[in-house]
């Protein structure tokens, strides 16, 4: 694709649902990555995936929240039992590999998700 | 320390004056350094991108890097009001083992005003 696209834009969950927001990178790039964005705040990092590895999964807030990915593409990222302080802006970026010069991240356009 | 530190702002310079941005990270090993452009509401776009000691110039901007000082920066020349957004410096970091992850500082907030 063009770029990296995400879905759904928009999400509003109740309470203790689970969620899946999906990131689909731009072809040919390795590397994956996932964000949270609170209103004002900074980029808080979550995961990223290497290939299908991830070697870093420091930033996953609790055990609620998994992420996978497939077939070194697309990438699937699950909150479970949802709660009021996941509402935020999840945002994907992909880049041609992991680290190094290789590693400019092209960010989607972000799912906006609003839990009630 | 944190690894990627940037002054929060908001900075405000008027129409066609110079905006500096500027951005200290941790790791000495860290080998490329990026600009991103947020507005409000958007995902952040990349401006430009410096891997080597000194200045690199696109257009209106140019980005300074002195590794020795662990300093990066990004100057906008000729500022315009539709520059006016946060500015997200990121850093390649050491991620455990060999690993290097793109990290980000929280952000710059830029007002140009006309």
């Known amino acids: 694709g063009a770029g990296v696209s995400q879905s759904p834009s928009n999400k509003v969950t109740e309470k203790g649902k689970d969620v899946e927001l999906r990131c689909d990178p731009i072809s040919g790039h390795t590397a994956l990555y996932w964000y949270r964005q609170s209103l004002g705040q900074g980029l808080e990092f979550l995961i990223y995936?290497?290939?299908?590895?991830?070697?870093?999964k420091s930033g996953l807030p609790s055990d609620r929240f998994s992420a996978e990915r497939t077939g070194g593409s697309v990438s699937t990222l699950t909150i479970q039992r949802t709660q009021q302080e996941d509402s935020a802006v999840y945002l994907c970026?992909?880049?041609?590999?992991?680290?190094?010069?290789?590693?400019?991240?092209?960010f989607g356009p972000g799912t906006r998700l609003t839990v009630l | 320390q944190k690894e990627v530190e940037q002054n929060s702002g908001p900075l405000s310079v008027p129409e066609g004056a110079i905006a500096s941005l500027n951005c200290t990270y941790s790791?000495?090993?860290?080998?490329?350094f990026f600009w991103y452009r947020q507005y409000s509401g958007k995902s952040p776009e990349l401006i430009m991108f410096?891997?080597?000691?000194g200045d690199k110039e696109d257009g209106r901007f140019t980005a300074q890097l002195n590794k020795a000082s662990q300093y990066v920066s990004l100057l906008i020349r000729d500022s315009q009001p539709s520059d006016s957004a946060t500015y997200l410096c990121a850093v390649n970091v050491r991620s455990g083992g060999s690993n290097y992850k793109l990290t980000f500082g929280k952000g710059t907030l830029l007002t140009v005003n006309p």
């Open positions: 790791d000495r090993g860290s080998q490329s």
């Open positions: 970026a992909s880049s041609l590999r992991a680290g190094g010069a290789a590693d400019t991240q092209y």
């Open positions: 995936f290497q290939g299908n590895s991830a070697p870093d």
């Open positions: 410096i891997y080597s000691n």
